[in-house]
């Protein structure tokens, strides 16, 4: 029987008192995919900045073929041919690809780099492993799809034999994810040893041998991949049958007037002649291809995008936002792409971003109310359910679904009318997604406008009652009811007919 790889063992790890990971024991075998799935604040991540040395145990021992180490940092893991290649990246982005990959590992004759040398070793990497990127190009030109590829041949190029990859897909595309996870494969045909983090289930079962499931953290279930189901890995992730991933449909309540006309909105090189209605009570979901305008149009509206033609009509008077907080004042709230790069001060209090856009209700005469105001957002974190020690807690110590929360959280503090959401169960776990989902729903049911873009399939067909799919900057059809299918949306997204559903606007 082929010994494992790597064995972790007894493995515990608390950070100011909380503890991540408790009495965690796995086995990694060598040229296997072995993914470490479960909710946000579940130990995956943690357990594998472990093993590349990133983070020490407090407890427990890491055996390298049945030997034990000490991983005093991600260095000596690469000693022992261990690296990671984490969420973020960690790139020179003023370099190019090839100074990038051999970045402290280049060839020498005296003080002088042997760029000749570099470049015949880059090209009998890119040759190993097909893995193509241009190596004159410099990083921040390159898509973070390209920029997790040069990671990898960095990996590559300092002889790693195992390597962790941290949540990797959560910045891609669905064509991008894809081509990663056929990258995977592959590096573990080459004999290479993969150890993918991810809550990502679908990418989990196309490419995984082995699963580790951490709940709480602590180790629930330890599984050959193909002797699972989607249900059964859901259940051992939450803790609990999960019957639907999505709400029931409720019925729209689209009678009466719009709250949100668009009529003919255009930004030249961006988006063109837009125009659609939301109507209270019902959630549109705008979908397409990267790059076909979803988010620019959204952003239009809120006022973070000008835009040069058309008119954006709300509880049917004509507005023109030229900043969010006209958008806020009129009952608009946006939850953006990203909650790291938009939406939080992640070193801020929980308090401090859920009220940040309301400061002035909780100031009287130039001084901020704070026990109004922690008052007030504990209010808000009970209603949307943020798992939080205290409203004083910094938002970047939360998991990314109490995250996502927050923003919800925040838009809960307005006299709401009509929420816009963008991207919102990004980066979070498959039990953070459902609550989202159910907030979403209680909203529409409320009677406020619900209007997101996503390029999730599921998410698109499983929440909306109407959906816009653009392409190029158009909209290429609107779809409604039981006209909404996986196959109607594909073919609109790529310019083919689709049968086109009820059309509101």
């Known amino acids: 029987m ?10 515990s790890k608390s950070f100011d008192g909380v503890q991540a990971l408790v009495d965690v024991s796995v086995d990694i075998m060598p040229g296997t995919i072995h993914a470490l799935v479960g909710e946000n ?20 021992q890491v055996l390298l073929a049945g030997a034990p180490v000490t ?25 190019s690809v090839l100074e990038n990959v051999y970045l402290g590992s280049e060839s020498h004759t005296g003080p002088f780099v042997r ?96 699963v580790t499931v ?43 007037d719009a709250v949100l006309q668009v009529r003919g909105l255009t930004r030249p090189q961006t988006f063109e002649d837009i125009s659609f209605d939301v109507f209270p009570g019902e959630i549109v979901v705008v979908t397409g291809l990267v790059g076909s305008g979803r988010s620019e149009v959204v952003r239009s509206v809120y006022g973070l995008l000008p835009h040069d033609g058309g008119e954006v009509f709300f509880d049917g008077r004509s507005v023109r936002h030229a900043h969010p907080r006209q958008a806020i004042a009129h009952g608009m709230a946006l939850i953006p792409e990203s909650r790291k790069a938009e939406g939080l001060f992640l070193g801020f209090p929980v308090a401090g971003n859920i009220a940040l856009p309301h400061l002035r209700r909780f100031t009287r005469w130039g001084i901020v109310d704070g026990s109004s ?32 929360k927050i923003l919800f959280a925040r838009a809960f503090m307005s006299d709401l009318r ?44 499983g929440l909306a009652h109407r959906v816009i799919v653009m392409r190029r900057g158009r909209i290429a059809g609107q779809l409604a009811g039981d006209a909404i299918t996986e196959n109607a949306i594909a073919h609109l997204a790529f310019g083919q007919d689709a049968t086109v559903g009820t059309d509101h606007s």
């Open 418 to 461: 009509l929420l816009i959401a963008d991207e919102p169960t990004r980066g979070v776990d498959v039990g953070a997604k459902r609550q989202i989902y159910e907030l979403l729903a209680e909203l529409a049911a409320r009677g406020t406008g619900v209007l997101v873009v996503s390029s999730e399939m599921e998410e698109v067909i």
């Open 373 to 404: 105001l922690r008052r007030a957002a504990a209010e808000k974190m009970a209603a949307v359910g943020v798992k939080a020690a205290s409203p004083g807690v910094a938002a970047g110590l939360l998991s990314g679904g109490n995250q996502q």
């Open 2 to 11: 082929t010994a494992p790889a790597i064995s972790l063992r007894g493995i």
């Open 214 to 256: 951490l709940r709480d953290g602590r180790k629930v279930a330890d599984a050959l991949a193909a002797d699972l189901t989607p249900t059964e890995l859901i259940t051992m992730m939450v803790g609990r049958s999960l019957d639907a991933v999505f709400p029931d449909k409720r019925a729209s309540a689209d009678s009466g």
């Open 71 to 95: 991983l005093a940092g991600p260095r000596e893991a690469l000693v022992h041919g261990i690296t990671i290649v984490a969420q973020e990246i960690a790139l020179v982005g003023t370099r």
């Open 115 to 210: 760029t000749r040398t570099l470049r015949r070793r880059y090209a009998e990497l890119v040759a190993e492993t097909g893995i193509d990127v241009d190596a004159d190009t410099l990083v921040d030109q390159l898509s973070i799809a390209d920029q997790q590829k040069v990671e990898i041949l960095r990996a590559l190029a300092r002889n790693a034999d195992v390597i962790v990859m941290d949540e990797p897909t959560a910045r891609l595309a669905t064509h991008e994810a894809a081509t990663l996870m056929t990258i995977f494969r592959g590096l573990r045909d080459q004999g290479r040893t993969i150890v993918f983090v991810s809550h990502f289930l679908e990418e989990v079962f196309s490419v995984s041998d082995h």
């Open 41 to 60: 604040g579940a130990g995956k991540s943690t357990l594998g900045k472990i093993l590349a040395g990133v983070y020490h145990a407090d407890e427990g």
